[in-house]
């Protein structure tokens, strides 16, 4: 199972840009889906989380401004982000639950992350 991301980039301050991510391979399910974010020098946070059904949950830094998304026929999780500030730069990271039989045989589900992508708002 792989997550890639897209669509990161360079924006100016009150852009927008959306990013992409899209779970392949073999698996059963793909469960809860995340964005994380980690800026030079800080810990890794939480961006904003969706459920399979489609509800969505935000940090509070970024509500009213981010919205994500999910595409369960094409395995795929966005992450629209308006009004971008120099304070969202970081590299954006792809986070989701998937339910699929590992590499032993057990069938379970597992967290996975994506490469990451790298969105940086200049002032």
């Known amino acids: 199972v792989q997550l890639v991301e897209s669509g990161g980039g360079l924006v100016q301050a009150g852009g927008s840009l959306r990013v992409s991510c899209t779970a392949s391979g073999s698996f059963f399910s793909i469960n809860a889906m995340a964005w994380y974010r980690q800026a030079p020098g800080k810990q890794r946070e939480l961006v904003a989380t969706?459920?399979?059904?489609?509800?969505?949950d935000y940090a509070e830094s970024v509500k009213g401004r981010f919205t994500i998304s999910r595409d369960n026929a094409k395995n795929t999780v966005f992450l629209q982000m308006n009004g971008l500030k120099p304070e969202d730069t970081a590299v954006y990271y792809c986070?989701?639950?998937?339910?699929?039989?590992?590499?032993?045989?057990?069938?379970?589900?597992?967290?996975?992350w994506g490469q990451g992508t790298q969105v940086t708002v200049s002032s």
């Open positions: 969706i459920t399979s059904g489609g509800n969505p």
């Open positions: 986070n989701a639950g998937i339910t699929a039989t590992s590499a032993t045989g057990r069938k379970g589900t597992f967290s996975y």
